[in-house]
């Protein structure tokens, strides 16, 4: 039987802890790092952030795809991917604390005026602002799934009003649901506060534009950790020129990095930050992949394998 081997291709990730792993926990495992791929019938298994378009297809032994991400559209972006492989993602895997404390900063730094107490430190104003019971704020999340589902649980902990959105209806405590295309317009008429943790998708590409912005209340704020391509950069800008929004905290947009050229760079009401809501910062994510890689192996069912019909 050939050796099984592994191909590491990221333009983010450093290989060195993930060669560690392979080396300490599957020492008969081959580990090889993009572009230094060797002969492509070697390669067994791909570990990836991101790939070059159409190096998947063409390995004729490929068994299995792991995703270095929670997310996969950086991977199945590629028109050649071989759709027939498994592909799994990391299902939490340590980020979903990084990802509700991302939310919980952006919707709080809004719902306590925090830009307009640094502004008023700025220029040494003592002035109070009245305030608002989190009871009297509505939070909208978008995506229900692993991070959205605690991020709206965390919210509703805290005294706020919380809908939650996703394709099917969910059932969290003190949050209301609401599902699908159906329920869309109702949500959104109730997000005072939007946060944004969908996956990438052809359903969700381009979603946070000014149709959506526009069925809004009005004068709120959005805070969006999902995906670049959910955003409509002209619109959301249009939206905050005009007040339909009073505030946007971003981690991530349709080119990164942000080009030097986006106005949202300096705009007054935007908080750009550069992809950073949820990083690997303990062995989460290699425990993960490890142990899926593992069960795979042995003809178990890993976890987070992605459903290409509906595209996460
Ligand atoms: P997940 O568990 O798969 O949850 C996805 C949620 O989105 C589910 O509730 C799903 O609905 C809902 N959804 C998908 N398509 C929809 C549609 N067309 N309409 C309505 N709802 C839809 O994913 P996750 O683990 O929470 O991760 C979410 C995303 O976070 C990732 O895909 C990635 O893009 C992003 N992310 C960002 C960062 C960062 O640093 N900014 C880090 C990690 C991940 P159902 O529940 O009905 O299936
Ligand atoms: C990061 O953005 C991820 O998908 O894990």
Known sequence: MPKTTVLFASNIDDPAPWKALFARERPDVEFRIWPEMG????????????????????????????????????????????????????????????????????????HRRMRDYAAQQAAQQWKMHPAVHPSKRSVGVMGMGVFGSDIACKLASLGFEVSGWSRTPKSVDGVTSFAGEKGFSSFLARSEILVNVLPLTDETR??????????????????????GGH??????????DTGKLDFAMMDVFPTEPLPAVSPLWTHPRAFVTPHIAAQPVDDAAEKLVIENFNRFERGEE?????????GY
């Open 39 to 110: 002969d492509a019938n070697d390669i067994t298994h791909a570990l990836v952030w991101r790939i070059p378009n159409g190096v998947l297809k063409s390995l004729p032994n490929l068994r299995a795809v792991f995703s270095l991400g929670a997310g996969i559209d950086q991977i199945v972006v590629d028109p050649d991917f071989p759709r027939e492989k498994p592909l799994f993602r990391l299902v939490d895997a340590g980020l979903r604390e990084q990802m509700t404390e991302y939310a919980l900063y952006g919707v709080l730094h809004w």
């Open 231 to 240: 955003l409509v950069e002209a619109d959301v800008i249009a939206a905050l």
């Open 206 to 227: 381009g979603i946070l534009s000014t149709r959506l912005f526009d069925q809004l209340p009005g004068g709120g704020a959005l805070v969006h950790l999902g995906r």
């Open 302 to 310: 890993p976890v987070g394998r992605v459903d290409l019909s509906v």
